[in-house]
């Protein structure tokens, strides 16, 4: 059975680093063509897909973001991390992580955990 | 980017009647593979979004055959025959063939 579940912060400061984490079971980051994603949805929007991170250690990212991210893993603990740095209110959201397959469609999401950024 | 367009914003449709939503890329999303990395999700109320269509037709595991998934190129279109109150909420299209991946701006099904 495959589980995702994100956490963080749930608040933080205009200027900080946002760090999240993505635990999950049934899967393995070490597996070929597996890969762990990150989306976020401000509260009544769309999504936005953030960066992907897959077995090989590839990554993605979306550079509207302008070099704010950064997408690693820990793949003996299955775990998967995005930082954000300078954040501002924009960056309020619920963030989810999933999981990507090799024909690169998130076949499972995680519940999602709201960030909200406020001074 | 791949801008990918949606229409209808909203549909509100009646129980048993199809909807059909329409998805429209800004460039063809025919990868140099062959494959096109079109695909739909549903976020229901509350809830995280699930896949529903991948790969422009397929259905994922579970997804009733209700949901048709039809398209190339640049156009692609979600159908759902027979409305059912559980398919009511926000669908998706999102693409994976060109960086960054992109999803649609949603089209919001109402049950009437």
């Known amino acids: 059975q495959v589980t995702l579940k994100e956490s963080g912060p749930g608040i933080l400061q205009p200027s900080q680093t946002l760090s999240l984490t993505c635990s999950f079971s049934g899967f393995s980051l070490s597996t070929s063509g597996i890969c762990v994603s990150w989306i976020r949805q401000p509260s009544g929007k769309g999504l936005e897909w953030l960066a992907t991170?897959?077995?090989?250690?590839?990554?993605g990212y979306n550079p509207s973001l302008k070099n704010r991210l950064t997408i690693s893993k820990d793949t003996s603990n299955n775990q998967a991390f995005l930082k954000i740095t300078s954040v501002d209110t924009a960056d309020t959201a619920i963030y989810y992580c999933a999981r990507m397959g090799q024909l690169y469609y998130f076949d499972y999401w995680g519940q999602g955990v709201m960030v909200t950024v406020s001074s | 980017d791949v801008v990918l367009t949606q229409t209808p914003v909203s549909l509100s449709v009646t129980l048993g009647d199809q909807a059909s939503i329409s998805c429209r890329s800004s460039?063809?999303?025919?990868?140099?593979?062959?494959?096109?990395?079109l695909e739909w999700y549903l976020q229901k109320p509350g809830q995280s979004p699930q896949l529903l269509i991948y790969?422009?037709?397929n259905r994922f595991s579970g997804v009733p055959d209700r949901f048709i998934g039809s398209g190339s190129g640049t156009d692609f279109t979600l159908k759902i025959s027979r409305v059912e109150p559980e398919d009511l909420g926000v669908y998706y299209c999102?693409?994976?063939?060109?960086?960054?991946?992109?999803f649609g701006s949603g089209t919001k099904l109402e049950i009437k």
């Open positions: 790969g422009v037709s």
């Open positions: 991170i897959c077995w090989e250690d590839s990554k």
């Open positions: 999102f693409q994976a063939t060109h960086d960054p991946f992109t």
């Open positions: 460039q063809s999303l025919e990868y140099s593979d062959g494959y096109t990395y």
